[in-house]
């Protein structure tokens, strides 16, 4: 009896943020490091199904770069990297595409639909919702810095947000492939996580979440008593500049600050793999992972 008296409890915690966020879009960055068999936890599908049935609009935008690295290289395709971003040439674009759009957005929409959740798969280029222009990298060579082409990857230029709109307002959960459209009428490979910024920031989205390997940002990764559990946007420079934040965390970091100043009301940080994890984040007091907010 007393198990079935804290359910109960626990619903009626729940029930002024479920409440709250009734008819408010909540952008999930779901990356390929938190994806079943990838090490995330398989209840993320159930959370973003049970947010959609209470009222909320969740949107999803997803990563699936090891998956992207296992299928270039069954096609004799060498993954080289600069700064972070994959060197995309057309061949590699084309194996992109079918990876992110052809076989992740699909499996994560059955995902969904198998859960009686209503999905539906956009890339973001054929849905007309992301235009982009060609990023150059900016390298050292010899102490003077030039720029580099790195093929196929675009820096986002412009969100049309309306699609995405529609598909929540007709009750359906939008499954986004991070490609773009650029000025030549070609795909464009763009970051997921800045991708996932851009798109929040274009639908005032109430919040932000990006799904990681790792829960949240710690001063000291090796002290799990330095979590930051709240941050503040203007914050955000010192913890890359001081290099508290490295690696695949910085475009996490920089989404989140320029979500949070483009009118996202908050943003968060959270590990994947814990069970039932936005759950945890949107309907508790508590909260898990780091927050940046204003």
Known sequence: MDKIIEKAATLIEAFPYIR?????????????STQPGEGGSPTVMADLVFMETVGMRPVVVHGGGKEISRQLEKSGIESQWVNGL??????SMQVVEDTLFGDVNLRICDGLEMLDGRARGMSAKDAG????TKHFATVEDNGEKKQVD????????????????LACEEGTIPVIAPIGLGPDGESYNVNADTAAGEIARSLQAEKLVFLTDVNGIMRDPSDASTHISSLHVNDVEGLIDDGIASGGMIPKLRACERAVKGGVRKTHIIDGGMPHALLLETFTREGIGTEIIQ
């Open 150 to 165: 790195i093929g196929y990857v675009g820096d986002v230029a412009r969100i049309d947000p309306e699609p995405i709109r």
């Open 129 to 132: 919702v992301m235009f982009v």
């Open 86 to 91: 994959r060197m995309t040439d057309k061949a």
């Open 20 to 32: 709250s966020f009734r008819n408010k879009i909540v952008v999930v960055k779901y990356g390929g």
